[in-house]
């Protein structure tokens, strides 16, 4: 019986159509347009501006704050302007427009397909490669690598935790990433561990996975310290919460993070990128984009540059097809839907998914029948009906905060499972922010 | 039997006096005091706990108006000058009048004139959608038209027009109590001075964007080109991130600026009918006679 | 390209609905029904078909003309409704019972509490409980109508068996007298019964309905099988006391209500706990009282009343029975 997490989870189906497609270099593009949003925290300045010449890998934005980190250049050419421009959502970012002239790298970079396995490099010295390479989780929340792998003095780290888990449906890049390039990314963990100054690590990857297991059992066999554990097939196993509960049983207190368990999860996607960035200079300026759905003719797993608009991806599968009703960048458990299609991938791009109409259009809603499937569902322990009532009164925040809506990890299987079809998670998703303000301005003002 | 009917009034009468004495003590020994004026003014006041003074609710504001010194910033909405004169002369003091007011919404991007770019399918609210989205048009600062403001009003003036696509104001029954300028996630809604005879101008438009973008995504937005403002005699308007403002307080009502505006941003409520010639356009009808197109 | 859509997150759903669980519902009765129909013939067509029309009906009519809202019948809990009050009748029922059960049940305790969803009362067994204090005789008439399935009527005398038991406790009989007189034998009570209401004669084709339910994933096993737990240990333990006053666990499970109650009137999702913790706690409650109904209190049946009962209690263990959290702590500072 594999493990898992203890508490609710759905069993989606997992619709992997493009688990076969190799890994595919995404032609090379005229233009780029470079967010300086990539990551969560403070977006990044600019340190170009109009006219100037930059290769791949070049910095072009710079952190400005802690939670902040560098962009680099994911193309060579001229910079066309730095000006704000749609993200997914129809909200003006900045970015850096770039003119593609050619593919020219920075020098440093090592673009050789050798392993590497020395790590000559300090703790301190990985910190700061990983920072100056513009590392970001790329578990889909793409908060600052070297941010997370430097816990603050009080808390100490017992062991890192790989999540290759890939949970949600249709996305394969991460089991690619696995079977393809298992050595960099285990080498990548123990660069990880290295920093953290750890000793122990888990690879958790989902059962439905059996060839990455595989592979990344054989290149972790250089490892002794590294543990490779299948886990059940369950949504959202790759929650950090849920992950930790199922490899190691302990589960993160409210309010904190998983470091007070002595947890640093990272994904695969982020090994990898650590890999390269620690061993050979590459910051992160590319990333594996599964383009896939039920309407597409061909899935496809892309290598795609950072700042390639999605209306670039469209056309390389030929065109939207005609019976494709949403885009979603990411999974469709937690992905967000595209509104506006010139917009760019970012560092944390996993995804761009095709939906149907008949699988995707919300249904109207109905009476809540207290059936209670949403909290049989809920991984959390939460009864989503009842943040729902509540969120809908109005002004109930004390008895919300009560019912811990902050614990909500916002993973959509409330909304997915209800059978009256009652828009849980986007009235608890807005709740939830309410109740934390008042939480957070309440604390400040002690 | 008859015993039985006998002993059970007995039974109960006892009883009944027993707990009237029992509660009359303890409503003594738990009394507030309470300045009786306070009851007085909460009588004058129309019971609506409507929050639109700003206090929560019609005892809170008459607790709040008796303990101050004067009533003069003190205002109920509903009551309106009727009811806090009669306030005034029970506290002993003068009445201040006030002007009224009514909500305004600035923004006109019906289905007509803002072309839908997406079609939101989450939970029809502008508060969920504001926090999604940039919205389902080319304009990111208009009317997203979920009803928010209507379900949120008390008195049934807000309603939203399914034709057409946003949300109009129903300036007979509106208190200007403020409830829909909170709740909406664009703040498009203002109150303004109804004007006299009800009659007022003022910008339908909060587009911020620069003109070629906001008229691109709707054909009545404000572009930000300065001509009304150029044209007023009273300095009235004042142009500030592509948007123009008009002031209340020095508009004259002369509608010299809905003339010169290329996109009829401008709308002027309850004036007669007029036939205008614009450097644009041949001959154009004013927009509003009554809250209606 | 038509319009894209945009909405938060998650872009997937379960295929089921409201109106599928409902289904799954009338699909699990349906060998109850068909042993019914097999039995009692017309009478129980009749009293299906007329529970189900006028529940239907009225639900429609409030819909539409009192509440002025969205008319919801398609989504088939009223016609659940309608067959679950039909099956808690006895089967020589006149037709208008049946509307008057349907008019409590609907009109009464499920729309003015607001519709689907909003009742505290499970509104099938209000419509039974009505029945019964209103119309005492008729709702404990057992007599078996014709049926053109079978010919063995005078095989079965009508009355239930708990009736008989109480009856004969009532006389002064112990009940090794009265079951020695009555020939009940446990075949009989399993497969089909002697007397009842339409829905209780065959405990075989309930617990197929039960099996289905469990397969469909519609309900979870926890309320059926701690009700009829609770009732075996209890009755158990009186029956060791003293046998000859007190009915034994085979006896009280397979006769009366309890397989149809715990199987398709406690586990109804509007009016039972949400959380496991809470519905153990509902589903012993049901059958402590259910037990002490049937051997201390007036009525030979007791599980509807227990169901109702408890049903008070709902709110209350929503309140304080939660489910298990993720995180039990909360970090400090």
Redesign the interface.
């Given at each position: 019986m594999k493990r898992t997490f203890s508490i609710g989870g759905i069993h989606p189906q997992e619709n992997k159509l493009s688990r076969e497609a190799h890994i595919e270099t995404f032609p090379v593009l005229d233009v780029a347009y470079i967010s300086m949003a990539q990551h969560l925290g403070a977006p990044a300045e600019p340190v170009v501006q109009k006219g100037d010449k930059v290769k791949v890998g070049q910095v072009i934005g710079k952190p400005t704050g802690f939670i902040s980190t560098f962009v680099h250049s994911s193309v060579s050419g001229t910079v066309k302007a730095v000006e704000p421009k749609g993200d997914l959502a129809g909200n003006p970012v900045m970015h850096i427009v770039i003119d593609v002239e050619g593919d020219e790298w920075c020098e440093e970079i090592n673009r050789s397909k050798d392993i590497v396995r020395e790590i000559p490099f300090s703790s301190e010295e990985i910190l700061e490669k990983i920072k100056n390479a513009g590392v970001v989780g790329l578990g889909g929340a793409a908060f600052p690598t070297h941010v997370k792998l430097n816990p603050p003095k009080d808390k100490k780290a017992e062991y890192l935790i790989i999540n290759g888990t890939e949970c949600e449906p249709y996305i394969t890049s991460d089991d690619r990433i696995m079977r393809e390039r298992p050595d960099e990314i285990v080498i990548g963990a123990a660069i990880m561990m290295k920093a953290l100054k750890v000793d122990k690590c888990y690879i958790g990857i989902e059962e439905n996975k059996p060839e990455a297991i595989v592979s990344i059992t054989r290149a972790a066999s250089h490892y002794p310290d590294m543990k490779v554990v299948a886990l059940k097939k369950k949504y959202p196993q790759g929650g950090e919460k849920q992950l930790i509960d199922a490899l190691t049983g302990r589960k993160v207190p409210s309010l904190a993070l998983p470091i007070e368990v002595g947890a640093v999860v990272q994904n695969v996607g982020t090994s990898l990128a650590v890999y390269e960035a620690v061993q050979k200079n590459k910051p992160l300026i590319d990333n594996v984009v599964t383009v896939t759905g039920n309407c597409v003719p061909q899935h496809r797993n892309f290598l795609v540059r950072v700042g390639t608009p999605f209306s670039k991806i469209l056309n390389a599968i030929g065109g939207a097809p005609s019976d494709a009703a949403k885009f979603v960048s990411g999974g469709p458990m937690m992905g967000k839907a595209v509104a506006n299609i010139e917009a760019s991938t970012l560092k944390a791009t996993s995804a761009l998914l095709l939906l149907t109409e008949a699988e995707t259009k919300r249904k109207e809603e109905g009476n809540c029948i207290r059936c209670g499937n949403c909290i049989d569902a809920c991984p959390m322990g939460l009864e989503p009906y009842l943040l729902n009532k509540l969120s809908r009164i109005g002004g109930m925040y004390d008895e919300l905060e009560k019912e811990k809506i902050h614990d909500c990890i916002e993973c959509g299987c409330c909304l997915y499972s209800c059978p009256a079809h009652i828009p849980l998670l986007d009235i608890i998703r807005v709740s939830k922010a309410e109740v934390m303000n008042i939480m957070r301005n309440r604390s400040v003002k002690k | 039997m008859i015993t039985t009917i006998i002993y059970t009034i007995v039974c109960l009468v006892v009883l009944g006096l027993l707990f009237s004495v029992v509660l009359y003590l303890v409503a003594q020994m738990f009394k507030v005091e309470e300045d009786p004026r306070v009851d007085i003014v909460e009588s004058l006041l129309p019971g609506a706990n409507c929050g639109g003074c700003g206090l929560a609710g019609c005892h809170a504001f008459a607790e709040d108006v008796v303990k101050a010194s004067s009533i003069g910033s003190f205002y109920c909405p509903v009551g309106g000058d009727a009811v806090m004169e009669k306030i005034a002369t029970a506290l002993g003091q003068e009445a201040v009048k006030t002007e009224p007011r009514v909500a305004v919404i600035k923004c006109h991007g019906t289905f007509d004139n803002r072309a839908k770019t997406n079609c939101f399918d989450g939970y029809a609210s502008c508060k969920v959608m504001a926090s999604l989205y940039s919205g389902d048009t080319g304009c990111k600062y208009g009317c997203l038209g979920k009803g928010d403001c209507v379900s949120v009003c008390k008195f049934d003036a807000i309603h939203l027009d399914e034709k057409r696509g946003i949300v109009e104001v129903d300036e007979e029954k509106c208190v200007a109590c403020g409830a829909c300028v909170k709740v909406c996630p664009k703040s498009i809604i203002e109150l303004r001075p109804k004007g006299p005879k009800n009659r007022r101008v003022y910008v339908s438009c909060s587009n911020k964007d620069k003109g070629a973008i906001a008229r691109k995504a709707c054909s009545v937005s404000c572009i930000g080109c300065g001509k009304c403002a150029k044209v007023c005699a009273f300095e009235a308007i004042t142009i500030e991130n592509n948007l123009a403002y008009i002031d209340a307080s020095k508009c004259k009502l002369c509608r010299k600026c809905i003339d010169e505006c290329p996109t009829n941003a401008i709308w002027a409520v309850n004036f007669p009918l007029k036939v205008a010639v614009t450097p644009n356009k041949v001959e154009v009808q004013n927009p509003v006679v009554k809250n209606e197109n | 390209?038509?319009?894209?859509?945009?909405?938060?997150?998650?872009?997937?759903?379960?295929k089921?609905?409201?109106q599928?669980?409902m289904r799954d519902v009338l699909i699990a009765l349906a060998p109850s029904l068909l042993v019914s129909i097999y039995f009692f013939g017309f009478s129980a067509i009749k009293l299906v078909l007329v529970g189900v029309i006028s529940c239907v009906l009225v639900e429609y009519l409030i819909q539409k003309f009192i509440m002025k809202t969205k008319v919801?019948v398609n989504?088939l809990?009223a016609t659940v409704t309608g067959c679950l009050l039909a099956l808690n009748l006895p089967p020589s029922s006149p037709w208008w019972l049946v509307v008057i059960g349907a008019i409590v049940a609907i009109g009464i305790v499920k729309m003015t509490f607001g519709?689907?969803?909003?009742n505290i009362f499970n509104p099938a067994l209000v419509g039974r409980v009505f029945l019964l204090i209103s119309f005492p005789t008729l709702m404990t008439d057992w007599t078996i109508p014709e049926s053109w399935f079978r010919t063995d009527v005078d095989a079965f005398t009508g009355a239930t068996p708990l009736g008989i038991a109480k009856e004969g406790l009532a006389a002064g009989l112990t009940l090794p007298e009265i079951f020695a007189a009555n020939e009940f034998t446990f075949r009989e009570m399993f497969f089909i019964k002697a007397g009842g209401s339409v829905g209780e004669i065959s405990a075989l084709a309930l617990i197929l309905g039960f099996v289905y339910l469990l397969i469909r994933r519609v309900i979870k096993p926890h309320i059926p099988l701690i009700i009829v737990g609770t009732i075996a240990v209890m009755t158990g333990i009186f029956n060791l006391i003293n046998p000859e006053i007190y009915t034994g666990p085979l006896f009280n499970i397979f006769t009366g209500g309890v397989l149809l109650g715990s199987i398709f009137m406690a586990t109804d999702?509007?009016t039972?706990p949400?959380?496991v913790k809470g519905i153990v706690i509902y589903s012993i409650g049901i059958g402590v009282i259910t037990v002490l109904i049937r051997y201390f209190g007036a009525y030979p049946e007791g599980i509807s009343f227990a169901i109702l009962i408890m049903n008070t209690t709902v709110p209350l263990l929503n309140k304080y029975c939660?489910?298990?959290?993720?995180?039990?702590?909360?970090?400090n500072g």
């Open positions: - | - | 390209m038509a319009r894209l859509l945009v909405s938060g997150a998650p872009h997937l759903h379960v089921e609905n409201t599928s669980l919801t989504d809990s519709g689907l969803g909003q999702y509007v039972s949400m959380s939660k489910p298990r959290r993720y995180a039990k702590e909360v970090k």
